[in-house]
Nanobody, 119 residues
Framework: QVQLAEFGGGLVQAGGSLRLSCAASGRTFSGYTMGWFRQGPGKEREFVAAISWSSVRTSYAESVKGRFTISRDNAKNTVYLQMNSLKPEDTAVYYC????????????WGQGTQVTVSS
């Protein structure tokens, strides 16, 4: 099985920045896609960003384009989410997830990390 461990959540003022990281351990394979999702208070889970194994393909929700950047370091089995110009509406629990290939369903999920943006 694959385990995902997330780090970097916290409290930040509007306009500030945070960097989330997620490390995969256990039985991992080459070629997998990593993604980030979030769920705000009283809201449904929504897609944030994804990145392919080679980093050639990336995808972002329209609400975060130009502000968030996803990247990965395959030698460390780690994916990152750099979040700049944070807004109160970015407040949510952020989840790391792994899919076996690009455009596939996500099979493994992290525990979630809280990001709170104050106005």
């Amino acid at each position: 099985q694959v385990q995902l461990a997330e780090f970097g959540g916290g409290l930040v003022q509007a306009g500030g920045s945070l960097r989330l990281s997620c490390a995969a351990s256990g039985r991992t394979f080459s070629g997998y896609t990593m993604g980030w999702f979030r769920q705000g208070p009283g809201k449904e889970r929504e897609f944030v960003a994804a990145i392919s194994w080679s980093s050639v393909r990336t995808s972002y929700a329209e609400s975060v384009k130009g502000r968030f950047t996803i990247s990965r370091d395959n030698a460390k089995n780690t994916v990152y989410l750099q979040m700049n110009s944070l807004k109160p509406e970015d407040t949510a629990v952020y989840y790391c997830a792994l899919a076996l290939r690009w455009a596939a369903e996500y099979d493994y999920w992290g525990q979630g990390t809280q990001v709170t943006v104050s106005s």
